[in-house]
């Protein structure tokens, strides 16, 4: 079994600054897999590594370490989208990371054993769960979130994952006045400054035909500029529903259907539901009604 597939080490101290790590694949953690050491990890990218266990990292009988300041998007894992942690000996830190549409499994996988602390952690968006398992009773605590980062990605630089200036993973803009992440502002401009972009109407639009519906109806959305869209899908009680899009957009018409189900398959039922398009700091709405 070939493990880390950048960075294995067993029963070593390891210490990873301001790294990036991106392609990397192994059977347990795609990029690093430490067992039985020390991991201080900090300001450090992870982009689109694989693995069946730990998509970024994975991390068995820490004894000591911190993770901070990192992002992670677009690994994939059966298991730990982005970090498997096991048997983690002593209450390691993990603070400040952003954890964001990772594939596969839920975004961060701990086993439960011993204690781990999480702080100013940014997880969304990942496919099988964001604060799920273990893990959930953290969610809202000790500033923990589940926001959209606001990346500065656009189609000719998908790779930029610096942060708006709306972002909510900037000190400024959240309550643990902290930076979220490994990168700080690249794009946008501070409130009340006007750089001559259209008014908000005419940047993000949406509807949905048929509306009523039963059983699929489509979500035409269009945007005035590229950027990073989520349509996501929620109940009137706020509960989320199903991501309908999440990703770099081009400017322009687009569609994607909803058939009326769940993120796990499960079909809803009758009701109105509300989608949510944000392009940036832009928001727009949408009711859509149900008719089984």
Request: hydrophobic fraction near 35%; glycine fraction near 14%.
């Amino acid at each position: 079994m070939t493990q880390g597939g950048a960075v294995n080490g067993e029963s070593v101290g390891l210490e990873i600054v301001q790294c990036r790590f991106m392609h990397n694949s192994a059977s347990q953690g795609g990029a690093i897999c430490i067992t039985s050491g020390d991991l201080m990890l900090e300001s450090c990218t992870f982009i689109e590594n694989e693995s069946a266990d730990g998509g970024a990292l994975a991390m068995a009988a820490i004894f000591d370490g911190h993770l901070t300041n990192c992002t992670m998007v677009g690994n994939t894992a059966d298991r730990g989208a982005a970090i498997t942690a096991v048997s983690v000996y002593f209450a390691i830190p993990f603070s400040a990371c952003i954890i964001a549409d990772n594939l596969g499994g839920e975004g961060f996988y701990w086993d439960g054993q011993n204690s781990i602390d999480l702080d100013n952690m940014d997880i969304v968006g990942n496919e099988g769960g964001d604060w799920t398992g273990a893990i959930a009773d953290q969610f809202g605590q000790n500033h923990n979130c589940s926001l959209d980062p606001m990346f500065c990605a656009t189609p000719e630089d998908p790779l930029n994952f610096t942060l708006h200036a709306d972002s909510p993973c900037l000190a400024d803009n959240n309550p643990g006045g902290v930076l979220i992440g490994a990168h700080g502002q690249g794009c946008g401009v501070p409130s009340g400054v006007h750089d001559g972009t259209p008014d908000a109407a005419k940047l993000v639009e949406l509807d949905c035909h048929p509306n009523p519906f039963n059983p699929v109806t489509t979500l035409t959305f269009r945007l005035g500029q590229a950027g990073w869209v989520d349509l996501t899908l929620y109940d009137l009680a706020g509960q989320r529903v199903m991501g309908l899009v999440r990703g770099v957009h081009g400017p322009g018409q687009h569609q994607v259907n909803w058939n009326g189900r769940d993120d796990s398959g499960r079909g809803m039922p009758s009701g109105t539901y509300l989608a949510i398009l944000k392009l940036g700091s832009e928001v727009t709405t949408q009711k859509i009604s149900l008719v089984r």
